[in-house]
């Protein structure tokens, strides 16, 4: 248990330094016996191999030498072997005294040189002899004693190199076999201290990381609860392990916790913002807002002041003890200046009313002071660069200071309710405007309505005084007086048509223009208006045409309405038209609908200008500067009509070039097959 309680680094730390110090050492041990066996493959290959080579080589070569020097004396053979074994021996013998560095084989390499060197000496003798002389066969039995000498000389080193040679190669074989069981031992040890130490450590970590993966996977399977038993056995690693896993599964219990505070925030925000919105009465704005904030808020007081005539002062709502408080704390007025600045600045700042961060304005800091020792939590909120107030939320400070989700929550808020105040002020502002334009337009429509009765009165005494002058009733009228009592019908004419405009319009604005619809022949409306124009359109020079089904054209409309508008529309086509000019009038049926069509070849109307056309009162400026009169109204009353008829206007023109007029009115065919239409769907 002792070693469990140990650090699983210092446990490995010492495993592993046992098993480099064995490695190491293993190493070191081979390396010392292939140093041994490499110094005896050494000694073999540079030190007997070529003293034995060189032995053989000295050897054949004094073979060589005594079969030469025999085959001249005894059979007249050239010496030329002998000479060649003369001239190459010298190597030899060389080589085997430059490596003479062993006692032992210096004397044998010693004696065998003194041999060599007397018996050439002697066969230097020999060799003066002329084949078949006496002395041949003495010299040549001595030559071959000496020879059996250096044979002997030869065999002696040959031994001795050869025990030299099984002794390093038997050197080599222990060293081979020691180095082997050296290294094959250590082998063992690092292996047997290698497992011990993984069992160890086995046991020392698989079951309480196997007990940690457990919790570990009852937290991610939702069990939040689960944590590491604090009395799990193992390891300094293994506990601070555990400890790290409870923390983490702390923490996110913190987490979660915060998350669903953030949501709830949120989704108050939310609703807050909804409900702001759903009203336009700035007190039930104020209301809804300190409410929210202070039933869904840790706060113990709201307070929402807004800013008037450049003042911020007494709350105008506030919440305290779980209720609203419209008639609020008496706060001393301070400057909507130090508001503005944070606001503009966009800080919400937050903390002890005695110590307020330093980048609250003087006067406003003042103000948190005499809270008293509280948390408070002030938002500016406007619309734009305009500040229109703040919200000051307040609680004991035992309860903590604002956190950011709260604090972005009222921020939130802050700005649904600039939004709200600004929206509930300007449907004030515009329901007042609203107000205000409804009397005027009532007084306008009354003064029309006057001023047209007013003149009628009169204009129909001047037409009837007019008509009494043309009967001559009061008198012979003569051609001067004539052309006088011309001007004054024609304007006459025109003052009555434009008091019957106005009244019209009057009626229009007022609501009571009425269409009495009946079944009438659109064909024989318009056939009346263009037969009443043709005197004008023949004076003016301006021919005009009219094309009409042969059939009658049945259509669910007024005929005065109708003849009104076809009337202010020829006028109109006549008066635009210049002499030699033409206007063509057609009626057709397309698509179950009559249409109308009426086009000239007039001035024609600015392009830039049609858009305007709707508005009443107004004229093109091609018109105006060609004096000619209107009142710039008749295609107002014209599509009022055309309204009413659930018809559609449509007028197309070019500058210099005409104008083409296009109304369109349902038949009395199209009316039936959609009322039949609309009665089976609702069946």
């Known amino acids: 248990m002792t ?47 070529p003293l034995r080579l060189n032995n053989l080589k000295l050897r054949s070569t004094m073979g060589d030498a005594t079969r030469g020097l025999r085959n001249y004396l005894f059979y007249d053979q050239p010496k030329t072997t002998y000479l060649e074994a003369r001239a190459t021996y010298r190597p030899y013998l060389d080589a085997l005294l430059s490596r003479d560095d062993r006692p032992e084989e210096s004397r044998l390499i010693q004696d065998l040189q003194t041999k060599v060197i007397a018996w050439f000496a002697y066969a230097s003798q020999a060799e003066q002899l002329k084949p ?16 059996e000498e250096i044979l002997r000389a030869h065999d002696a080193l040959e031994t001795q190199l050869t025990r030299r040679t099984v002794a390093l190669d038997q050197q080599s074989d222990r060293n081979r076999r020691w180095g082997m069981i050296t290294v094959v031992a250590f082998a063992l040890i690092a292996g047997a201290a290698a497992l011990i130490t993984s069992i160890r450590t086995y046991r020392a970590l698989v079951p309480p990381l196997s007990a940690m993966g457990g919790t570990l996977g009852r937290l991610a399977a939702g069990e939040h609860q689960a944590r590491v038993p604090p009395s799990l056995a193992g390891p300094a690693e293994i506990q601070r392990l555990g400890g790290a896993i409870n923390m983490l599964a702390d923490e996110s219990d913190r987490l979660r916790a915060a998350e669903r505070e953030r949501a709830r925030l949120a989704k108050v925000a939310h609703e807050t913002a909804a409900r702001i919105r759903q009203t ?109 107030g703040g919200i000051l939320l307040t609680r004991p400070v035992a309860r903590g200071p604002w956190d950011t989700d709260e604090i972005e929550a009222v921020k939130v808020v802050g700005t649904d309710l600039g939004r709200g105040l600004d929206q509930a002020r300007l449907y004030t502002r515009e329901r007042e405007l609203v107000e205000e334009l409804r009397a005027l337009d009532s007084a306008k429509t009354d003064f029309m309505s006057t001023v047209s009765h007013e003149l009628r009165s009169p204009l129909t005494s001047i037409a009837g005084y007019l008509e009494i002058l043309r009967d001559e009733e009061a008198g012979e009228v003569n051609p001067a007086q004539d052309r006088m009592l011309d001007a004054i019908e024609r304007n006459t004419q025109r003052l009555r048509l434009l008091i019957e405009d106005l009244l019209t319009l009057s009626r229009i604005e007022s609501g009571a223009f009425r269409t009495v619809r009946q079944q009438t022949d659109l064909c024989a409306v318009v056939d009346a208006a263009v037969t009443s124009i043709r005197p004008a359109a023949a004076k003016a020079g301006v021919e005009m045409t009219f094309d009409c089904d042969d059939d009658p054209i049945m259509v669910e409309g007024d005929s005065n309405q109708l003849d009104r508008a076809m009337v202010n529309l020829l006028s109109n086509a006549v008066k635009f038209t210049r002499a030699g000019g033409n206007v063509q009038v057609e009626v057709v049926v397309e698509d179950r609908h009559a249409v109308i069509r009426i086009a000239d070849t007039g001035i024609g109307i600015p392009k830039e200008e049609m858009p305007r056309l709707s508005t009443r009162f107004f004229r093109a400026s091609n018109a105006t500067e060609l004096s000619i009169p209107g009142t710039g109204l008749g295609l107002s009353i014209v599509r009022s009509i055309v309204a009413n008829h659930s018809g559609t206007f449509d007028l197309q023109s070019a500058e210099g070039e005409g104008t083409t007029v296009t109304m369109r009115i349902p038949t009395c065919t199209a009316d039936r097959a959609e009322a039949a239409g609309s009665g089976g769907a609702g069946g």
């Open 132 to 147: 078949g002389e006496p002395e041949v066969p003495q010299y040549a039995e001595g030559s071959r004693l000496r020879y």
């Open 3 to 49: 070693w469990l309680k140990r650090s699983v680094a210092s446990v490995l730390r010492r495993a592993f330094g046992l098993l480099v110090a064995l490695v190491l050492l293993s190493g070191a041990v081979a390396t010392v016996e292939s140093v041994r066996q490499g110094n005896a493959l050494n000694q073999l290959i540079d030190h007997n191999l």
């Open 280 to 388: 336009l009465d700035a007190e039930s704005v104020l209301k809804e807002a300190v409410a929210a904030l202070g039933s869904k808020l840790p706060a113990d007081r709201v307070f929402v002041q807004l800013v008037h005539d450049g003042m911020i002062g007494p709350a105008d709502m506030e919440w305290s003890n779980g209720q609203v408080i419209k008639d609020g704390t008496r706060f001393p007025p301070i400057p909507a200046g130090s508001v503005e600045q944070l606001y503009l600045q966009d800080r919400t700042p937050s903390g002890r009313t005695q110590d307020p961060p330093g980048y609250v304005p003087g006067p406003a800091a003042q103000a948190l002071g005499g809270l008293g020792d509280m948390e408070f939590l002030l938002v500016p909120f406007g619309v734009g660069k305009q500040v229109l």
